[in-house]
C-alpha cells in the first residue's frame, strides 16, 4: 500500500514556474514507477509524465517536453514535477501516480491511467494569462 499526498499547486502568471512535490507512504516507494497526470474542468485526465523506480528514464507528454521535468528522491519517498514556460493551457488538479512492480505493460501503455495502482487527491494548478 502507498499512499501519495501532492503539494506545492497554486496561482501563476504565465511564463511562470511551479514545483510540484508528492510525498509517499511506505518503505517500497523505490521499486514503484511515478506518474503525474492533471485533468482540468470538463476533460479527460491526461498523462504528464513518468519516471522509472530507478529515475533512469522518464517520458513526457508531448504537451510539456522541454517545459516540464520530472524527477524523484527515493531517500526522501519523493517526486517532483518542475514546471516552467507555464501557459494558461497548463490550468488543471495534478495528480501523481504510482504504477507497482512487475512493470508488464510497454512503454506505450505508460500515459494509460488504468496501469497506475495508487493515486493522490491532487493539487490544483492555476496558469493566469
Known amino acids: 500500500q502507498v499512499q501519495l499526498v501532492e503539494s506545492g499547486g497554486g496561482l501563476v502568471q504565465a511564463g511562470g514556474s511551479l514545483r510540484l512535490s508528492c510525498a509517499a507512504s511506505g518503505r517500497t516507494f523505490s521499486s514503484y514507477a511515478m506518474g503525474w497526470f492533471r485533468q482540468a474542468p470538463g476533460k479527460t485526465r491526461e498523462f504528464v509524465a513518468r519516471?522509472?523506480?530507478?529515475?533512469?528514464?522518464?517520458y513526457y507528454a508531448d504537451s510539456v517536453k522541454g517545459r516540464f521535468t520530472i524527477s524523484r528522491d527515493n531517500a526522501k519517498n519523493t517526486v517532483y514535477l518542475q514546471m516552467n514556460s507555464l501557459k494558461p493551457e497548463d490550468t488543471a488538479v495534478y495528480y501523481c501516480a504510482a504504477d507497482s512492480p512487475p512493470f508488464t505493460y510497454a512503454s506505450t501503455y505508460y500515459s494509460t491511467a488504468r496501469i497506475y495502482d495508487y493515486w493522490g487527491q491532487g493539487t490544483q494548478v492555476t496558469v493566469s494569462s
Open positions: 519516471i522509472s523506480a530507478t529515475a533512469y528514464i522518464s
